[in-house]
């Protein structure tokens, strides 16, 4: 599905990745760990072409249309209500407005947000306005899903219901995903496929791992399967190797 | 209803009374000279004596007519360049310099140039309020699309938007919150361009009459017209406030 071979990204003169491989292949979860301030994110925004690779190649099996964005944090446009900002994506695709709305408002209800269809962003939860965000990508309906550390922003008991929530989707609807997170237990609670980026500038991947956790999974009993600890220190030597463990937290 | 001190807007009324009757005792009791400040009341007789003979209209008529279409031609204007000069960066180029030009400078020192180029009639009056109002919103509407929020525009991108449906749905929408946080100051620069056009030179119109009034060391009438100035402006505050409402229905929902 998606398929990123010797890919240097650079801001300026400063190279921040270097001859980055990795692969997503249909149907499977992959997640892309690292260190804060990484690169990690430049990743996906190279895949969506919002900035170009300095050199290397990135093949994507799917029309640009069919790649969802979820970003990290819950930017809506304030000035739309919560049903519109998810209809904005299916609008821009050339469904006529009222059929849009409706697949809109059944995209809320789906994600617990029936009856906020009329709200604006700024009468919602952060967590609210997260499902939207999240809404208003799945909408679309999606081939190849990326999402840059996206639950970041919310606390524990939600962050556990949303992520949860996406998991479900994701194993029924059999979707393509790329992760980008700092966050190890959240890679391994939801990825077949682990990449460790080393520490930057000039970071590149320096381990993949399988994830041998059967489907569907549970959030929480996740953590107490034996190969989720296992994976977890073998993750967080990697990592520590190539980096503080300050950097890992912030 | 039971009126109570608690409430701001009462404490402010009851300060303004309290003025009135200060400066009005003070008046009568001769301990200021009524030629230099004439008390509440006289002032308020000759703001009745014209609109009672009808004296004012023309003179209103004429200031309104100057300051509206100033201000609506130099929003329009204002916000065509400031569009035109955020997304055509040769113009930006060029125009960039002159905007800033203008803003440093008091405007109205142009108004006798308006007055040598385009007579004493209205024209040269909307001249001036235009070209203060133009460049006020101008640099509203610029730096408020150079500072639309990026993370909106790469949203709108990676839904599959492209330059249409980024002006529609993320510039626009800013834009109009720029435009209508400077609206007040722009249509107290409308007044100020219309009146100043009048004092230069003129044969109607408040600043026509202040002048008058001033020339003829009337300080009721000068007053008066201060007084009735300051309450149109606040009437447009108030259109202003409720049209920022309407339009950003969003933010006080």
Known sequence: MLSVRNVSLAYGANTILEAIDLTVEAGKFASLIGPSGSGK???????????????????????????????????????????????????????????????????????????????????????????????????????????????????????????????????RERMTVLLVTHDLEEAITLSDVVYVLSQGPRATVRARHEVAIPRPRRVVETRENPVFAQLLKTLWNELSDSTSVESVNA | MTVSLNRPAVRRAAAFAFLLLLWEGLSRLGVIDPFYLPPPTRVAAVLVTLFADGEIWPHLQATFTAALLGLIAGLVLGIVLGFAAALIPILAELLEPVM??????????????????????????????????????????????????????????????????????VYVPSVTTWVLGSLKVAVGFAFTGAVVGEFVASSRGLGYLLQFAQSTYNAALTLALIFLIMAFVLVLFAASEWLERWLLHWRYA
């Open chain 2, 100 to 169: 800033i030009l203008l803003n440093a400078i008091p405007r109205v020192i142009l108004a006798p140039l308006f007055v040598i180029w385009l007579g004493i009639d209205l024209a040269s009056k909307v001249a001036l309020a235009l070209i203060l109002v133009a460049v006020l919103i101008f640099f509203a509407v610029y730096s408020g699309i150079k500072e639309v929020d990026q993370r909106l525009v790469e949203r709108v991108r990676t839904l599959g938007g492209g330059r249409a449906v980024l002006i529609r749905e």
């Open chain 1, 41 to 171: 994110t430049s990743i996906l925004r190279a895949v969506t072409e919002l900035m170009a690779p300095h050199q290397g190649t990135i093949d994507l099996d799917a029309p640009l249309t069919e790649v969802g964005f979820l970003f990290q944090d819950d930017a809506l446009l304030p000035w739309r209500t919560a049903r519109q900002n998810v209809a904005l994506g299916l609008r821009i695709r050339g469904e006529p407005q009222t059929a849009a709305n409706e697949t809109a408002e059944t995209w809320l209800g789906r994600l617990g947000l029936e009856g906020f269809g009329d709200r604006y962003p700024r009468q919602l939860s952060g967590g609210q306005r997260k499902r939207v965000a999240i809404a208003q990508v799945l909408a679309l309906q999606p081939k190849l899903l990326l999402m840059d550390e996206p639950f970041a922003s919310l606390d524990a008991i939600v962050r556990t219901r949303i992520t949860q929530e996406l998991l479900d989707w994701v194993e």
